[in-house]
Nanobody, 122 residues
């Protein structure tokens, strides 16, 4: 079993930045793809970004390109999501997830964290 735990969410003003963390424990593997997803009230869960097990490949949804950056530090079983220039439409619960495929589909991810709330005020 793998456990994932997100942290770093909070309330920010539009234009501010946050760094989210995803800590993995249990039977972790550097081979897992890690994805970040978000879900706003009344909306479907949305893919944000993913990173390959090695950290050498990343893929971002268009709406966050140039503003969000994913990284991983496998020796510490940590994945980070740096979010800059946050806008109200980015407000959501953010989840990290681990899976065996380099995929944007939530169904391809096996393990999920509990989520961390990001709120953006204007």
């Amino acid at each position: 079993q793998v456990q994932l735990a997100e942290s770093g969410g909070g309330l920010v003003q539009a234009g501010d930045s946050l760094r989210l963390s995803c800590a993995a424990s249990g039977r972790t593997s550097r081979f897992y793809t890690i994805g970040w997803f978000r879900q706003a009230p009344g909306k479907e869960r949305e893919f944000v970004v993913r990173i390959s097990g090695s950290g050498r490949s990343t893929y971002y949804t268009d709406s966050v390109k140039g503003r969000f950056t994913i990284s991983r530090y496998n020796a510490k079983n940590m994945v980070y999501l740096q979010m800059n220039s946050l806008q109200p439409e980015a407000a959501a619960v953010y989840y990290c997830a681990a899976g065996n495929s380099f995929s944007a589909n939530p169904a391809d991810y096996i393990y999920w964290g509990q989520g961390t709330q990001v709120t953006v005020s204007t």
